[in-house]
C-alpha cells in the first residue's frame, strides 16, 4: 500500500443518527445530506437539503461510509446490550493526495461516544469496521485510523 506523501484536499463529514433518519454534513456546510440505511422505512428519500457549491467526490464518499459506519456502531452497540448517547456522532475525513507520481486516498474515522467507558466503545468502533461494507471495501487498500473519542 503506498502512502500520501502530500495531501492537496480534504472531504469531512460529521455523521449523527436517530432511529428514522441518518444526517451527514460537514462544517463548510457544502454537504448536508439526509440519508437513511437498507430496511429503513422512515426517511427513504434522500435529499440533498442544502449544497451551495458542489460537494467534492471525497466528501461524498465520507458522507456515504459515515451513513453505513454509523449504521453500524448502531446495531454492533445494540447487540452489545448499550445504550449510545443522544449526541453519538461519526466523523471521517478523507484525503486526496500523492505519492510520488500518483494519487491515493487515506482516511481517518472517529467514532464520538460521550460518557461511554473507553474499552467498550473501542469494541463497538471495531466490531462496527468489521461490520461495514465501505470498511470492508477500503480494508488493506487505503490507510485507514480508527479514533475513539470518549470525552
Given amino acids: 500500500m503506498s502512502k500520501i506523501q502530500q495531501v492537496l484536499a480534504t472531504g ?17 456546510g457544502l454537504l448536508n445530506l439526509k440519508l437513511s440505511t437498507p430496511g429503513n422505512s422512515a426517511g427513504r428519500d434522500y435529499a ?58 487515506q482516511a481517518r474515522l472517529n467514532l464520538i461516544v460521550p460518557g461511554v467507558d473507553r474499552e467498550v466503545a473501542t469494541a463497538i468502533a471495531h466490531g462496527a469496521d468489521a461490520m461495514c461494507p465501505y470498511s470492508k471495501a477500503t480494508k488493506g487498500n487505503i490507510d485507514v485510523a480508527l479514533n475513539v473519542v470518549t470525552a
Avoid at 12 to 25: E, H, L, P, Y
Avoid at 57 to 84: D, H, N, P, R
Wanted: aromatic content about 10%; hydrophobic content about 45%.
Fill in 48 to 105: 440533498f437539503e442544502s449544497v451551495d457549491a458542489h460537494p467534492t467526490a471525497e466528501q461524498l464518499f465520507a458522507g456515504a461510509w459515515s451513513a453505513c459506519y454509523s449504521a453500524a456502531v448502531g446495531i454492533v452497540a445494540k447487540q452489545m446490550k448499550v445504550t449510545l448517547p443522544a449526541d453519538t456522532a461519526v466523523e471521517i475525513e478523507v484525503d486526496l493526495g500523492m505519492g510520488g507520481n500518483a494519487y491515493f486516498i
Fill in 12 to 28: 469531512k463529514t460529521r455523521t449523527t443518527g436517530a432511529d428514522s433518519a441518518i444526517f451527514s454534513g460537514n462544517h463548510e
